[in-house]
T-cell receptor
Framework: DSGVTQTPKHLITATGQRVTLRCSPRSGDLSVYWYQQSLDQGLQFLIQYYNGEERAKGNILERFSAQQFPDLHSELNLSSLELGDSALYFC???????????FGQGTRLTVV | AQTVTQSQPEMSVQEAETVTLSCTYDTSESDYYLFWYKQPPSRQMILVIRQEAYKQQNATENRFSVNFQKAAKSFSLKISDSQLGDAAMYFCAYRSAHAGGTSYGKLTFGQGTILTVHP
């Protein structure tokens, strides 16, 4: 158990819908990262938050947004969903940018 | 931008034998970290081993060791005495060590190598 909790584990939704993925980092970790794993794109970095502020942005679509709350949990919002958004979404956390990142078990999103 | 390449989509090994997974990377930075992550069928990403670029000594963790060749930008993973539980997808990953940069903390992954272990 990495200590990073992601909910839900599985999500099935229709095209055009909006979903929210939630991540609780390990106790004490200030950094949260979101990654997308799909068959054609592999593991891609989406976005990083550090202590509530956006720290780095990767290949995140405009339809996607994230935030980190004062209690340090984070949410990834995906809207106007398309079939191609079906993927495994991972959250990872670390104390800062210089330490190991520990991954949650991921949320499997299926868009039908 | 940094890139990580794993040229072996699939590898197989007999139980108790040794296997080496290859990884090359491209970067203009001098300070960075390299990692190997394991992803079993459960999909959990598990850190196997890490290497700091400033350290010449190759990292080892029990049956797992790396061959880090900084000049060649090569970072291979050797698994000794392979076990059935080692069967998984293995990812090589790069992380910058430059604080303050826009890529600080983010991991750049290779495409992965599927390892099959035969009994």
């Amino acid at each position: 158990d990495s200590g990073v909790t992601q909910t839900p584990k599985h999500l099935i939704t229709a095209t055009g819908q909006r979903v929210t993925l939630r991540c609780s980092p390990r106790s004490g970790d200030l950094s949260v990262y979101w990654y997308q794993q799909s068959l054609d794109q592999g593991l891609q970095f989406l976005i990083q938050y550090y202590n509530g502020e956006e720290r780095a942005k990767g290949n995140i679509l405009e339809r996607f947004s994230a935030q980190q709350f004062p209690d340090l949990h984070s949410e990834l919002n995906l809207s106007s969903l398309e079939l191609g958004d079906s993927a495994l979404y991972f959250c990872a956390s670390s104390e800062g940018g210089a330490t190991e990142a520990f991954f949650g078990q991921g949320t499997r999103l299926t868009v039908v | 931008a940094q890139t990580v390449t794993q040229s072996q989509p699939e590898m197989s090994v007999q139980e108790a034998e040794t296997v080496t997974l290859s990884c090359t990377y491209d970067t203009s930075e001098s300070d960075y970290y390299l990692f190997w992550y394991k992803q079993p069928p459960s999909r959990q990403m598990i850190l196997v081993i890490r290497q700091e670029a400033y350290k010449q000594q190759n990292a080892t963790e029990n049956r797992f060791s790396v061959n880090f060749q900084k000049a060649a930008k090569s970072f291979s993973l050797k698994i000794s005495d392979s076990q059935l539980g080692d069967a998984a997808m293995y990812f090589c990953a790069y992380r910058s060590a430059h604080a303050g940069g826009t890529s600080y903390g983010k991991l750049t992954f290779g495409q992965g190598t599927i390892l099959t272990v035969h009994p």
